[in-house]
């Protein structure tokens, strides 16, 4: 079967990373114990985490572990039927099984009318279908910008099943770099810039490392809606 979303053109670029992660958490910031408030976005540098601030968003606990439950009873069958695919010598995306689902069921439906709402310009035209990106505990995806021939200036991705951290590196300059930490059951928002001038990663369990914290990545699926070029 040929997805959609296979034609949607992955630009890899290796980034180099010579300065760790400066930013103090807002936690460290405010005294508040951490992890009950700890920040989920650093960067190269404050000036950029202020800079695009306002086009990245990541909204802990967007969904209930219920949620999670509704998503994965109505994905796990057909995603079950598929194998993992690895080594696609041109492919963004390494250890990973995917699929895409315009009509759901109640309770999902629920829960993507809320991520709509809350992520895109109201009147936007949408995608139709939602993509589900099922990545194996071995999978990860390699830095890309999705296709601006496909997709608009928004993307939105549920996180379900395991924590993980997603990597924006600034296409024309390396140095420049954000690292969001998307916890289970988060909600993410790439808009304009953030889309448009940095790529985008998932880093493999290896290198799942936050600000300097260890983030176990497990196998993990993300529920993704974009909105139509304008
Ligand atoms: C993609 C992508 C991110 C995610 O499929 O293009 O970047 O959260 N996915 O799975
Ligand atoms: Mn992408």
């Known amino acids: 079967m040929k997805l959609l979303l296979n034609v949607l053109k992955r630009i890899h670029k290796p980034a180099v990373y010579s300065s760790q992660p400066r930013c103090r958490s807002s936690s460290a910031r405010s005294g508040l114990l951490p992890l009950r408030d700890e920040a989920l976005i650093v960067g190269s540098n404050p000036e950029l985490v202020q800079r695009l601030g306002p086009q990245v968003e990541v ?5 209930t572990e219920e949620e999670e439950g509704a998503f994965m009873q109505e994905l796990e069958l057909g995603l079950k039927k598929k194998r993992y695919e690895f080594d696609h010598w041109d492919g963004a995306i390494h250890g990973y099984r995917e699929t895409e689902r315009v009509m759901w069921g109640e309770r999902c439906e629920e829960v993507l009318s809320r991520v709509r709402s809350g992520a895109f310009p109201e009147g936007s035209p949408l995608l139709g279908p939602v993509h589900i990106l099922d990545l194996d505990k071995t999978g990860y995806i390699k830095p890309h910008i999705d296709s601006v ?5 928004t993307i939105a991705g549920l996180s379900l099943l395991s924590d993980s951290i997603m990597r924006l590196v600034k296409e024309d300059d390396a140095e420049e770099w954000l690292d969001l930490l998307l916890p289970r059951f988060s909600l993410y928002i790439l808009r304009d810039q953030a889309r448009y001038n940095f790529t985008h990663q998932i880093l493999k369990d290896e290198e799942s490392v936050f600000n300097g914290q ?3 990545r497990l196998r993990r699926i993300s529920v993704i809606c974009r909105n139509l070029p304008g």
């Open 214 to 216: 260890r983030v176990p």
């Open 149 to 153: 021939k496909f997709c608009g200036s």
């Open 59 to 63: 909204r802990r606990g967007f969904i």
